[in-house]
């Protein structure tokens, strides 16, 4: 696509063409500060890196031909909305959670300036008409996680078309029913939105697609256990960002192939930093792209990241749903009972998320555990503690940080991961 058919897409969806040109200007220079500088980067990484440079052009467009063929487009927040159910539609769905500034003061006149910088961030690109997948979507679905998020769909719904999903606060068998209530009023607007009635053989069809993508990403987190590691922590958290907005299918196929790439490197011995580097596991928020600071501090101070216990991340691919039932009602079921499992601090109690991260440290190798709080999100600091006392009961070295999407604090974050880091080696 030339640039001119790239800013006459933009024009059509009513984007803010001056700041959205120095949004990607500064995310261009961001990207090839923090991954193109990488070495040793594997072949595989390329496919990454145009899906990024096209993040804004080539999927947009994608989509929006779907768009003009009937397709109807699903934004989201959250993987507690199932994509299954959406694909099963004959619908696209895209993630929206945003993590750079922007926008933010028009966002504080729709959320408190104490709403962590996820949320302020996605109000913000929708205030200032910055993102294009946003303005692409002809449903966005919120869910009732934290209090933060959802009050703040009840501002962003008088901005866009809004399904809101209840998601409960406990795992009893009575919380499962309310989840498999929501998923069928899920389903009712899914299709009352694309016309599609949702069939046991479109479920079945779309829930294999959506296993296929997270056993492929389940394939890649698995190969991380080697040491040296064979692929960064910058661009294994790429790919899973990449998955929230790819095509699914080309997403499953490129992420095989970039596993085939790191089981050919790791039976040479071979890894992106030598044997020995520290290696450390990031717990906590997701971070959605472009939301690379902290991966890129804790890389560029001596260690390497080998897994991400996040919803971008291991939270979001752990589990699979079961391909077995063969009616609809019994999908439902499997479904509800999938995403249950979710180990979202938005939970209490929540107890198994700290079995999850004994269990990542223990089988991905790691030296230690750093825990990201967003800065304004209670769920995760609450949560930072138990996970603090957790690590020192299993031995494990730990370090809590909490921080927000701005620069100021690069310096001091560094010479505290810096220090961690050191205690490590
Ligand atoms: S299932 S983690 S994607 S809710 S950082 S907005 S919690 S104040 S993102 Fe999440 Fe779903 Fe849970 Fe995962 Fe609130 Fe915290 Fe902000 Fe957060």
């Given at each position: 696509m030339t640039d001119a058919a790239h800013a006459a897409m933009w024009e059509r969806l009513d984007l803010d063409i001056e700041a959205h040109d120095a949004l990607l200007a500064v995310l261009g220079k961001f990207y090839g500060d923090i991954y193109l500088s990488q070495q040793g980067r594997l072949k595989g990484a390329e496919y990454l890196d145009f899906v990024l440079s096209e993040v804004h052009g080539l999927r947009i467009k994608e989509i929006q031909d779907a768009k003009a063929a009937g397709k109807k487009v699903v934004g989201t927040f959250c993987v507690f909305v199932p994509e299954e159910l959406t694909l099963a539609a004959g619908a696209l769905q895209v993630g929206l959670c945003a993590g750079a500034k922007a926008g933010t003061e028009k966002a504080e006149t729709l959320v408190p300036r104490g709403t962590c910088d996820l949320i302020k961030s996605f109000v913000g690109f929708k205030l200032a008409r910055l993102c294009p997948y946003t303005e692409s979507c002809d449903l966005v679905v919120g869910e009732t996680t934290c209090d933060g998020k959802k009050k703040a769909y009840e501002a962003f719904g008088e901005h866009v078309n809004m399904h809101v999903m209840e998601v409960p606060q406990c795992k009893g068998p009575c919380d499962v029913d309310l989840f498999r209530a929501e998923l069928v009023r899920y389903k009712d607007a899914l299709e009352a939105l694309t016309g599609n009635t949702i069939t046991a053989a479109s479920l079945a069809a779309a829930t294999r697609r959506v296993n296929a993508k997270r056993q492929a990403l389940q394939r890649l987190a698995k190969l991380r256990a080697a040491d040296p590691a064979p692929i960064s922590g910058r661009d294994a958290l790429l790919v899973n960002q990449i998955s929230f907005y790819d095509d699914p299918d080309r997403f499953t196929a490129k992420v095989n192939e970039l596993c085939d790439e790191m089981e050919a490197r790791i039976a040479k011995g071979e890894g992106v930093a030598p044997k020995g580097t520290p290696r450390l596991l990031l717990a906590g928020c997701p971070m959605a792209v472009p939301n690379w600071k902290l991966p890129y501090l804790i890389e560029s101070s001596g260690a390497v990241i080998v897994g991400e216990e996040s919803c971008i991340g291991e939270r979001n691919t752990r589990d699979l749903t079961d391909?077995?039932?063969?009616d609809l009602e019994a999908m439902l079921d499997a479904l509800a009972a999938r995403y249950m499992k979710i180990d979202c601090a938005c939970f209490t109690p929540n107890d198994e998320r700290l079995a999850h991260i004994a269990a990542m440290a223990r089988e991905l190798k790691a030296d230690g555990v750093v825990h990201y709080g967003l800065l304004f999100c209670q769920p995760y600091a609450n949560e930072a503690m138990k996970v603090g006392k957790a690590m020192e009961a299993a031995g494990v070295p730990y370090l809590a940080i909490e921080t927000d999407y701005g620069m100021e604090d690069a310096g001091q974050l560094k010479t505290r991961v810096e220090a961690f880091v050191e205690t490590l080696s």
């Open positions: 391909e077995t039932p063969a």
